[in-house]
């Protein structure tokens, strides 16, 4: 089931409890001695900040894709490390990422060092609305290899919030590849709780055997494998990135947003639960994928009158941090996620690379 820790950071204590996920999560992903040490300084790192710099914050951790998937590889899991606040932000990020620009007090890391120790690092900060950080680390520090193929140059990134700091979310995402194809999915178990992640997660371990298969044919199959759950809201976006084609179909209250070159429209699930009671017929949208596309994929804990702003629609930002932003901008320090909550966002690879 998708373990999340979600650990509010008010008071020094709370930074030991980051550290402690990071090396709970760190086991779960199987990293050594070494890269586990490597994931502790950095939510150390983050969680000090969040103290120092914004007066607090959350970070959530937990075990994730990578965010570029390999072709004919299976994709190593890697630790994920968000710091989220509504703090001042940053003022001059190149220097807050420059080696030896230090917070008095931390353990002098920095954050420059934390983006060098970490497989993936990308910030977005603007000041008056707060920073998100989001830092990922795996089983041996990687230096991605070019990879033949469009397919190769899509990331999906996502934040999962488990509802009243439970350990489980009953939400779930996960995405595959096969050859050009990309498979984005985001499942919502009926509910909260144990039995809503046994759901999500039975939708994840069927996605991975189903790489090959249409949206369509995909939310089928997701149907019988969720039989005797209590059901889910699925939603499932597939790129053929050689063709250009983006292709969606979903059941339930996921909700699915395109950015097509600034503009948004929204991709139409149809009503039902996968798994309890899937309708008869399923409609499989198809549209253009290009390089300026953004698609984004949410559970209704997000509150309905979310709404894109142009950060939501940069290619150049790391997927798991626009969906931070957006679950953050949400929602506030009074009014915290309502329900589990996880966005789930498919990109381009910038032409500089991630």
Not at 156 to 174: I, R
Request: hydrophobic share 45%.
């Amino acid at each position: 089931m998708p373990r999340v820790w979600d650990v509010p950071v008010h008071d020094s204590t709370r930074v030991r409890d980051a550290r402690v996920a990071a090396e709970h999560a760190a086991a779960l992903a199987g990293l050594d001695e070494q890269r586990t040490s490597t994931a502790a300084l950095v939510a150390t790192e983050l969680a000090t900040n969040l103290l120092k710099h914004a007066g607090g914050g959350q970070v959530l951790i937990d075990v994730v894709a990578p965010p570029v998937l390999a072709a004919g590889r299976e994709a190593t899991p890697r630790v994920q490390i968000a710091a989220v606040d509504h703090g001042p932000g940053i003022a001059d990020v190149a220097a807050a990422l420059r080696d030896g620009f230090t917070t008095t007090g931390s353990l002098g890391a920095g954050l420059g060092t934390c983006a060098r120790l970490a497989d993936d690092f990308d910030l977005h900060s603007v000041p008056g609305r707060g920073t998100v950080v989001v830092a990922r680390v795996g089983a041996v520090p990687e230096v991605r290899a070019a990879d033949a193929g469009p397919a190769g140059l899509l990331r999906a990134g996502a934040v999962n919030v488990p509802f009243g700091g439970a350990e489980y979310s009953g939400d779930a995402w996960a995405w595959v590849r096969d050859g050009d194809l990309v498979t984005l999915m985001l499942a919502d178990g009926l509910g909260h709780g144990p039995e809503a992640a046994h759901a999500s997660t039975s939708a994840v371990e069927t996605l991975r055997t189903s790489a090959h298969l249409r949206p369509a044919e995909a939310v089928r199959r997701l149907d019988r494998a969720l039989s005797g759950t209590r059901g889910a809201a699925v939603a499932v976006a597939q790129v053929d990135a050689r063709a250009g084609v983006l292709r969606f179909a979903g059941v339930g209250n996921i909700g699915a947003r395109l950015c097509e070159g600034g503009t948004w429209r929204h991709l139409v699930s149809r009503p039902g639960i996968v798994g309890t009671h899937r309708p008869t017929t399923l409609r499989e949208e198809e549209t253009a994928w290009a390089d300026d596309r953004v698609l984004v994929l949410h559970s209704d804990g997000l509150p309905s009158r979310w709404s894109p702003t142009p950060d939501t629609c940069r290619t150049a930002t790391d997927p798991a941090v626009t969906a931070a932003v957006t679950i953050r901008d949400a929602s506030s320090p009074a009014r915290p996620v309502r329900d589990d909550t996880a966005v789930a966002v498919l990109a381009p690879t910038p032409p500089d690379g991630p």
